[in-house]
């Protein structure tokens, strides 16, 4: 097989499947609040294992009936649902405000949280859900896939290998949570679903006596179970006394490379959207186990983690193309690419990049067409309860971090609901050395677990 060589400048990384994340407090603006940090280590966590003896706070209230761990789901469904998933990616990427930073967003995370309030909503919310997040399967059907694709992503995980120093497992966790009111009811056909395919309970809290105290709560139950990469999804004033309910997806991915990076050059060149350079850690490798794609002004390298269901996808468009090939990408056009992938081996470059993002994405998602749903008396969640509520908004943290031994992301996403009674082939060289887009998926369920881009691998 000839050896291609592929470098990865300027690329937009599209990421399913996830490592963990550090944030901080997103502040709104027009569109979306969006911060930006760093870690020093991306690959080493910091607080050991994702959601090991993490119970989430509050008195659980909940359906008796157990998880079903066997869903019947058909190719067909998967297939719709995976390319759903694209469509709203790349929608909710593009609304998001303007920004010269690095950015991710994790398509898997929202989905999923939102899968939950899609249960719960009647009229004018049910159909601004299920336009805005692309679900177009019955809502038996969609619980179900959802359900398989948990299911599956739990089933990545790998323990230690024994093989080589150190720890080379793979860690890979999704997990639901709602967070109720201490004085709501919940009707029961929504708390069934919700332990039948989201594996949650409703879990009490005193939003009304101590919203602080709560949002303190279900914070330091989100780290723990993205081992500290996202500490603050709910920022200060997010929790207050007429918040009814929360609901919370976490995703956290820990995976070395299937076939680690042989060498880092410092001091590589990575040239800006602006034309300005920037020095860069530069990971080089020679690889047997990558894909690669070459299409109409874009190509893209795939380099599997271990045990090769999980994956990292670079796509790197022409030198000075990468804002208009971004515009006018859409979920069909990712799916291309993705599905162009085909083995060959590669001499790879890729830069070492660490970022964090929080959104508010109020705005993005109206824009989306949510508008009855987030304005008080206009949203519809009367199938979760009695009481009238509405969207107050959205947030969604991630971290990603890319060194030569592996992968880490995190993302986290909080619905908080209010009562609306009250206010408030050929030899080809692949190096990464412009803007890029990326994501991390997971190939057996075809799943996009992070899409993001890289802008500049040097900014924090």
């Known amino acids: 097989m000839p050896r291609n060589r592929f470098s990865a400048l300027p690329t937009l990384v599209l990421l399913l499947g996830m490592a963990a994340c550090t ?14 940090g760093t870690t020093d280590d991306p690959t080493s966590t910091t607080t050991g294992t994702a959601g090991e003896g993490n119970p989430p706070p509050g008195e659980a209230v909940g359906s008796d009936e157990p998880r079903e761990l066997a869903p019947d789901v058909t190719a067909q469904e998967l297939a719709t649902l995976a390319a759903e998933e694209r469509d709203f990616a790349l929608e909710l990427f593009k609304a998001l405000p303007a920004s010269e930073g690095n950015r991710a967003i994790s398509p898997t995370s929202l ?20 336009d805005a997040l692309h679900f177009t399967l019955a809502k038996p059907r969609l619980h179900a896939a959802m359900n398989h694709i948990d299911l599956e992503l739990a089933a990545r995980e790998l323990p230690k290998s024994g093989e080589v120093e150190g720890d080379d497992s793979v860690q890979l966790r999704l997990v639901n949570q709602m967070f109720g009111r201490l004085d709501m009811q919940w009707h029961a ?31 330091a139950w989100v780290a723990g179970e993205t081992a500290g990469r996202i500490d603050e999804l709910l920022p200060p004033g997010s929790i207050f006394s007429t918040v009814t309910a929360v609901l919370v997806n976490a995703l956290y ?53 271990r045990g090769s269901e999980l994956s990292m996808v670079f796509i790197l468009p ?47 998602l109206q824009a989306l067409g949510m508008t009855n749903s987030f304005e008080l008396g206009g949203g519809d969640f ?40 009250a206010s408030g082939g050929a030899e080809v060289s692949f190096t990464a050395d412009r803007p890029f887009l990326f994501a991390i998926r997971d190939r057996g369920t075809d799943t996009l677990l992070w899409f993001g881009r890289v802008l500049d691998p040097s900014a924090p």
């Not at 944030?23 to 930006?36: D, L």
């Not at 989905?111 to 299920?130: C, I, K, N, P, Q």
């Not at 005193?206 to 914070?219: C, Q």
């Not at 410092?266 to 040239?271: I, L, V």
């Open 382 to 421: 009367l199938g979760m309860s009695n009481v009238d509520m509405a969207i107050h908004d959205v947030y969604h943290n991630t971290f990603l971090g890319v060194d030569e031994k592996g992968v880490e992301a995190a993302a986290a996403t909080a619905i908080v609901l209010q009562d609306t009674e």
């Open 111 to 130: 989905r999923v949280a939102f899968g939950m309030l899609y249960e719960g909503a009647r009229t004018v919310s049910e159909a601004e859900v299920a």
């Open 23 to 36: 944030t901080t407090n997103p502040a709104e603006t027009e569109g979306a609040s969006e911060t930006e």
């Open 189 to 219: 056909p929504f708390l069934d679903v919700l332990a039948v395919h989201y594996g949650s309970a409703v879990h009490a809290l005193d939003f009304r006596g101590d919203p602080e105290g709560s949002r303190v709560a279900i914070n």
């Open 318 to 364: 022409e030198a000075g193309t990468f804002d208009a090939y971004v515009e006018g990408l859409d979920g069909a056009g990712l799916g291309e690419v993705l599905a162009g992938l085909s083995p060959q081996n590669l001499e790879l470059g890729v830069p070492r990049f660490t970022f964090a993002n929080a959104f508010a994405l109020r705005k993005p």
């Open 253 to 305: 991915l820990k995976a070395p490379w299937e076939q680690p990076f042989e060498s880092v050059e410092e001091g590589a060149k990575f040239t800006r959207n602006d034309a300005g350079e920037v020095e860069v850690a530069m990971m080089r490798g020679v690889f047997d186990t990558t894909s690669y794609f070459k299409g109409a002004g874009v190509e893209a390298a795939e380099l599997p983690l």
